[in-house]
């Protein structure tokens, strides 16, 4: 008896049974705890919970089929229907749907269109990925990265704003298996980087860092180029840096939401980066003014989805342009404003009144966060101007949260942003556009609050995509804060314009809307500069000023 209660079995099996004595015991987590843990993870749990319908809906050898399938995506993957929709040629959409995706070494759940765009950039090999802000790319790009880790390949490098480098550290050791990436940045970049010629695995910098590193003639297996469009001008430092990589690279993904921003050489300078043949036969086609045409063209190397088509569980975007008279004192400020010729003050002017309580649009924010705050919901407000926020900051008292600004690095914009997420009571976050509108998951808020319109879409939607992405519970609600009789209604044209032929040539005609961000023919050879001197004028003839 001594013996058998000695043996290792019996050690191991005693110690197994003091684990689950010691779980049971556990007092159970209540109903508020468990949702919480929910709210912080609903993309991961969703994605769970439609692997196992997807598994519930299978039945016989087909559906065992089907379950086998889903184990890697969620959801039937359809490439022929996916093939049609962004115009892949048949043999790309064929070699696609018969690639077998390795990802053993990924930890986290693909969904059917993930594995499509994973397919397409390994098949295809260098590629421009745009989906829709909030549709995941990153876990796209670290598909590919453990699949071709999986096949034997080393070195892997990243480039991205120094917005997002802490976000892609996370994401590769949350997510992977990959070896511990190594952040080329800040003064030990340089130790680093000889750490990662000689042994291999994920490297990430910025673009800034980049053009400083001096990488010596290597193979790198994959390069990916988070928000792509920094490189739109071939003549920047940084795209002549990353063109550097790109020779050297076998596989190459450039991911945007926002690939065209003011006009279409941009977009076919991203093209021209992977796919130099490709970036010819859109050149020819673009005199033809057919934007079916030049979609079939990029189709070889640039794959978009939208939110509506592949995200059924995400909640409703409600957006509302909340229009407001301009009179009294914020009027004479707006006047003054156009007198002196100073565009920017003019598009603040209303926000900056001498006395707070006399700015209607100051007085609508509090409005929207008071209905906000007693219904539970958390806000951001956005604004271009660190003088608004400031104002918007003061007057909401113990209920703002920021402001979060171009100087707060990286790691500290992640922990603001912790903090409001963890934050049970209602809260406003009040942040730059700039610096929260690119590479943060703001999903706590559902209700966005705009100050001002922005020069390009894109610029707005990227900003709303931070909390209406995966991982949403609440309808969104977008509030734009506009005056009548102001410089709003002369940038909204702007922006409409630019919005309806970015939907032309970049989103399939079948889309029902426009979100992202586009370019506007008619204005594409004048400066902004020049636009704002047109607006100004145009605002004096109106008042009755003399230039």
């Given at each position: 008896m001594v013996e058998f209660l000695n043996e290792p079995e019996t050690e191991t099996l005693e110690s197994e049974m003091a684990d689950i004595r010691r779980r049971l015991e556990r007092p159970r987590s209540g109903r508020a705890a468990i949702w919480d843990k929910y709210a912080r993870q609903a993309a991961t749990y969703n994605g769970l919970l439609a692997e196992i319908e997807e598994?519930?809906?299978?039945?016989?050898?087909?559906?065992?089929?089907?379950?086998?399938?889903?184990?890697?995506?969620?959801?039937?993957?359809?490439?022929?229907?996916?093939?049609?929709?962004?115009?892949?040629?048949?043999?790309?959409?064929?070699?696609?749907?018969?690639?077998?995706?390795?990802?053993?070494?990924?930890?986290?759940?693909?969904?059917?269109?993930?594995?499509?765009?994973?397919?397409?950039?390994?098949?295809?090999?260098?590629?421009?990925?745009?989906?829709?802000?909030?549709?995941?790319?990153?876990?796209?790009?670290?598909?590919?990265?453990?699949?071709?880790?999986?096949?034997?390949?080393?070195?892997?490098?990243?480039?991205?704003?120094?917005?997002?480098?802490?976000?892609?550290?996370?994401?590769?050791?949350?997510?992977?298996?990959?070896?511990?990436?190594?952040?080329?940045?800040?003064?030990?970049?340089?130790?680093?980087?000889?750490?990662?010629?000689?042994?291999?695995?994920?490297?990430?910098?910025?673009?800034?860092?980049?053009?400083?590193?001096?990488?010596?003639?290597?193979?790198?297996?994959?390069?990916?180029?988070?928000?792509?469009?920094?490189?739109?001008?071939?003549?920047?430092?940084?795209?002549?840096?990353?063109?550097?990589?790109?020779?050297?690279?076998?596989?190459?993904?450039?991911?945007?939401?926002?690939?065209l921003e003011n006009r279409l050489e941009e977009f076919r300078?991203?093209?021209?980066?992977?796919?130099?043949?490709?970036?010819?036969?859109?050149?020819?086609?673009?005199?033809?003014?057919?934007?079916?045409?030049?979609?079939?063209?990029?189709?070889?190397?640039?794959?978009?989805?939208?939110?509506?088509?592949?995200?059924?569980?995400?909640?409703?975007?409600?957006?509302?342009?909340?229009?407001?008279?301009?009179?009294?004192a914020a009027a004479d400020r707006y006047r003054r404003a156009v007198a002196s010729g100073n565009f920017m003050e003019m598009r603040r002017a209303v926000f900056l009144t001498d006395n707070p309580s006399d700015s209607p649009k100051l007085a609508r924010l509090r409005e929207i966060v008071e209905e906000a705050t007693d219904n539970g919901r958390k806000v951001i407000v956005y604004s271009y101007f660190r003088d608004v926020l400031d104002r918007v900051h003061a007057a909401l008292g113990p209920l703002a949260m920021g402001p979060l600004t171009g100087s707060v690095t990286g790691p500290q914009r992640q922990e603001l942003v912790n903090q409001f997420t963890s934050r049970r009571e209602p809260a406003v976050l009040v942040s730059q556009i700039e610096a929260g509108g690119i590479g943060l998951n703001i999903q706590a808020a559902s209700v966005v609050i705009i100050a001002e319109p922005q020069w390009k879409p894109s610029t707005e939607e990227q900003a709303i995509a931070r909390c209406h992405r995966m991982g949403q519970l609440r309808p969104v609600e977008v509030h734009r804060l506009l005056t009548e009789n102001s410089v709003d209604e002369h940038m909204l044209a702007i922006l409409a314009r630019k919005s309806a032929l970015f939907a032309s040539y970049i989103r399939p005609s079948a889309m029902k809307s426009t979100t992202s961000a586009a370019i506007d023919s008619s204005v594409a050879t004048s400066s902004q500069s020049s636009q704002e001197e047109q607006i100004i004028e145009s605002e004096r003839r109106r008042l009755g000023l003399a230039a």
């Open positions: 598994l519930e809906l299978g039945s016989g050898r087909q559906g065992r089929r089907r379950a086998k399938d889903s184990a890697r995506n969620v959801g039937p993957i359809r490439p022929e229907r996916l093939g049609d929709r962004h115009l892949l040629p048949t043999d790309i959409a064929k070699r696609i749907s018969s690639f077998d995706l390795d990802v053993t070494l990924l930890g986290a759940s693909l969904r059917g269109y993930q594995d499509f765009g994973a397919k397409f950039a390994l098949v295809q090999k260098r590629t421009i990925l745009g989906d829709e802000m909030g549709l995941g790319k990153t876990i796209e790009a670290l598909a590919v990265l453990c699949h071709l880790r999986s096949r034997g390949s080393t070195h892997f490098l990243v480039v991205c704003p120094a917005s997002v480098l802490a976000n892609w550290e996370n994401e590769i050791r949350r997510h992977s298996q990959l070896p511990i990436p190594m952040r080329l940045h800040g003064h030990l970049r340089d130790h680093l980087l000889s750490n990662w010629i000689r042994e291999g695995g994920v490297a990430i910098t910025t673009f800034d860092t980049l053009r400083r590193l001096n990488i010596p003639d290597i193979d790198i297996a994959a390069l990916i180029v988070d928000e792509a469009h920094y490189v739109k001008n071939p003549q920047a430092r940084r795209t002549i840096a990353v063109r550097s990589c790109l020779e050297r690279s076998q596989y190459a993904m450039l991911m945007s939401g926002t690939p300078t991203l093209v021209n980066h992977v796919q130099p043949k490709v970036a010819t036969r859109l050149l020819t086609v673009e005199g033809r003014n057919s934007a079916d045409a030049f979609q079939r063209a990029a189709a070889p190397v640039y794959l978009r989805r939208n939110q509506t088509d592949v995200l059924d569980e995400l909640p409703e975007k409600i957006e509302t342009a909340d229009w407001l008279p301009l009179e009294g």
